[in-house]
């Protein structure tokens, strides 16, 4: 039987700091270098949009997470490779020519990534108490937009301060290898769904993620994953649309970097914290209303520049709230058992809503404006918010569906 021991949810966050960093070093100062080196944004954002690859497909490869090595070892794995993908993006010159050596770089370092994901979310499932997987969830995505900040502005600014590109890659790659030590301050959980057969393990890891999904609780975090509900799709656009607020050039990259980061990580830290202490599908759907709400005042709010500071940095916090919302749903809904495996699955399907809604929010901004877009994303989120309560009213309890709980291999 597995036994619980006491570990303080901020270690998530130094641990998935790596995570956060790979996307921000490489969406912002490398974007910066070669943007200031001439190359068009068509190409820039064909790199970025290539290294989101593997985190659509890492469910894919998530049960080798879950059937061989321990979490710690895929940890180090990960943050090493990851660390030396940070590293070579300083290295090969960030221009025209570079840009298919860093497109492959970026591709295999993100893959890299995803591995450090599955092992703290792993490490999470296993070590986390039901009454505190809000916390987890919320020290957990804290880490993800803090990294993201941290690999963006810090990494930029280094880039723009030092000689050489590969000084401001080595200090953020290094500063990544450095997470590695909070491995020390956490156990190894002792799992039973591995096999001495690689096939049987597979199997078993299979059997766990069907008993999950058929029970009241991983359906209703399944739909819950393809409803455009706390997307925070509009944060996207902030810098697109930030001319409708007369906002300057400083201004947008002060909120919508470092700053945009750091009041959602709070508002990750905060949200995970009233999971614990509410009916996490209670909280979900009001932080869901929230962010619709916020939406509908920046809409209807005057064109000037401290608006823009005020409402963009509030969308943040709401984000945070939804983002942490999520994952204490998702993490009570999954258990343990193939941890990896399940998670990575739900996080994978909840990208797709997010995908959908930047779009329609940018069609929506070039029929009818920035107040259109803005509308449009709180009302679609009202409608899937009103299908979300009605699921919820139909799949009623677990014994009118018929369905059963998910067998825990603890």
Same mark, same amino acid.
């Given at each position: ?81 990851? *660390?030396? /993908?940070? #590293?070579?993006? %300083? ?6 020519? @570079?840009? &298919?050596?860093?497109?492959?770089? +970026? ?28 916390? *987890?969830? /919320?020290? #957990?995505?804290? %880490? ?6 941290? @690999?963006? &502005?810090?990494?930029?600014?280094? +880039? ?45 890891? &299979? ?204």
């Amino acid at each position: 039987m597995f036994v619980h021991r006491s570990v303080h949810p901020f270690i998530y966050l130094i641990l998935i700091l790596p995570f956060g960093v790979m996307g921000g070093y490489l969406s912002v100062a490398v974007a910066w270098q070669l943007r200031a080196a001439g190359v068009p944004v068509a190409e820039v954002a064909a790199l970025i949009a290539l290294s989101y690859i593997p985190h659509m497909w890492k469910f894919v490869w998530a049960p080798i997470a879950d059937t061989t090595l321990s979490r710690k070892a895929w940890y180090v794995i990960g943050c090493v490779l990851s *660390a030396l /993908g940070i #590293f070579a993006f %300083g290295v090969y010159p960030a221009t025209s020519s @570079g840009i &298919g050596v860093l497109s492959v770089v +970026a591709l295999i370092a993100n893959f890299a990534a995803t591995f450090v994901g599955m092992s703290v979310e792993s490490l999470m499932a296993y070590q986390t108490p039901d009454a505190e997987k809000g916390r *987890a969830g /919320g020290w #957990f995505q804290a %880490g993800n937009f803090g990294g993201h900040g941290i @690999g963006g &502005g810090l990494g930029l600014w280094l +880039a723009q301060t030092l000689n050489e590109n590969w000084m401001s890659s080595a200090i953020i790659g290094g500063a990544c290898l450095l997470c590695c030590l909070a491995l020390l301050f956490i156990a190894e959980p002792v799992v039973t769904h591995r096999s001495t057969s690689i096939l049987r393990s597979l199997k078993d890891v &299979g059997l766990d993620v069907w008993q999950t999904a058929r029970a009241r609780m991983g359906a209703i975090a399944l739909f819950l994953c393809f409803m455009p509900i706390g997307s925070g799709a509009a944060s996207g656009l902030w810098s697109s649309v930030s001319a409708d607020w007369h906002a300057s050039a400083n201004t947008v990259a002060l909120v919508t970097g470092v700053l945009n980061g750091l009041v959602a990580a709070a508002g990750c830290v905060v949200g995970g914290w009233v999971c614990d202490r509410l009916d996490r599908t209670t909280v979900y759907v009001m932080y869901g209303v929230l962010q619709g709400l916020c939406a509908v005042l920046m809409a209807v709010s005057s064109r000037t520049e401290s608006m823009y500071v005020v409402f963009t940095l509030l969308y943040a916090y709401i984000t945070g709230l939804t983002y942490a919302g999520f994952s204490a749903f998702v993490l009570e809904a999954m258990g343990r058992g193939a941890a990896a495996t399940k998670y990575n699955l739900f996080a994978s399907l909840s990208n797709m809503p997010i995908a959908a809604m930047t779009a329609i929010n940018g069609w929506a901004y070039g029929v009818w404006g920035a107040s259109g877009m803005l509308f449009t994303e709180a009302s679609v989120a009202l409608a899937g918010l009103l299908v979300f309560l009605v699921v919820i009213r139909v799949f009623g309890n677990e014994r009118q569906t018929g369905l059963s709980a998910p067998a825990r291999m603890d």
